[in-house]
Each structure stands twice: as C-alpha cells, then as structure tokens.
C-alpha cells in the first residue's frame, strides 16, 4: 500500500486528486472498511474532501466526534468501539471501530484521514504504522495549490 501510495503522490501530488486515489486505495488494500477518506480544515471547521464510502456528515464543528478530537490533541486517535466514545458522529451506522490520523501543512493541522469498519476492534497498531507512514508521505509530497 505504501509503495502504492508513494507513486500516487509521485504521479500528482495536487491534494484533490491524491487524496481521491489513496481513500480508494486504502478502501482496496485493506479488508472490512465501510468508509476512508479525508476531512479537510476550512474556515476554522472540518469540511469532508476526497472518499470512498456513503455520503458523510459534510461539515464537523471543532473538538466534535472523533475528527475533532484528533484535531484538537493533534495526534492519532484509534477508537475500538466507537459506542464507547462520547461524542462519536455516526455518519454510517454501519461503524464500529475508526482511526483518525492528522495531517499537517506548515506545522499546522490541516486535514485528517479518518477510516471506519464495521468491525469492532478493527484497527491494530501495526494498521496504525501503516498508515501514519502513508500520512507522513502525504505531508512530504502533497501539493495544497487551489487549481
Ligand atoms: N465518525 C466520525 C465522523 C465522520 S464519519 O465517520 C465519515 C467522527 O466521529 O468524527
């Protein structure tokens, strides 16, 4: 997937299309997802971008459900059950489990990649490796130019 991802990024780093090839990318490598994709910082709140999936809640107000809350620690947020998180937006009642990775621009927060199952305890740390290298990659190579 990584290898995969980097010649994604490679090929066309502009955000719009990277980010639509990886959530489908992510959705095709890995097994029981129900919805990838990114939600992107816009005017102070985060707005839905490139996925795959059901349509989604399109815009999610700071520190709400489990976006918000990745935003806010700035860090990775793996939650196993996500009945068991105060706050969880459900936009498909298809999940059980999410992981939420920020990605940054110039230090600062600037979209997520948020992932769901409907599986309960989907996500593993080595799943968490995997991914946060493939944001870190994004971060490298992603071009944020408007058109
Ligand atoms: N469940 C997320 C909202 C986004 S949807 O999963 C696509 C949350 O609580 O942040």
């Known amino acids: 997937m990584l290898e995969q991802g980097k010649g ?3 090929e066309e780093p502009w955000y719009v299309s990277a980010m639509s090839n990886l959530s489908s990318l992510i959705m095709a490598a ?11 910082m816009r005017k102070d709140r985060l707005t ?3 996925f795959q999936g059901k349509p989604a809640c399109i815009h999610i107000a700071p520190g709400k459900g489990v976006c918000g809350a990745a935003v806010a620690r700035d860090e990775t947020v793996v ?17 059980e489990s999410e992981i939420v990775i920020p990605i940054h621009a110039n230090g600062q927060v600037a979209a997520v990649l948020d992932i769901d199952s409907p599986v309960k305890n989907r996500f593993s740390p080595e799943d968490r490796e995997k991914l946060e290298a493939l ?13």
């Open 8 to 10: 994604i990024l490679e």
């Open 30 to 40: 890995l097994p029981d997802l129900n919805w990838a994709g990114f939600y992107l």
């Open 79 to 95: 939650v196993p059950d996500v009945h068991q998180f105060p706050g969880h937006i459900a936009c498909d009642s298809a999940s």
């Open 135 to 147: 944001v870190r990659l994004m971060e490298e190579k992603i071009s944020w130019a408007e058109r």
């Open 48 to 50: 839905v971008g490139p």
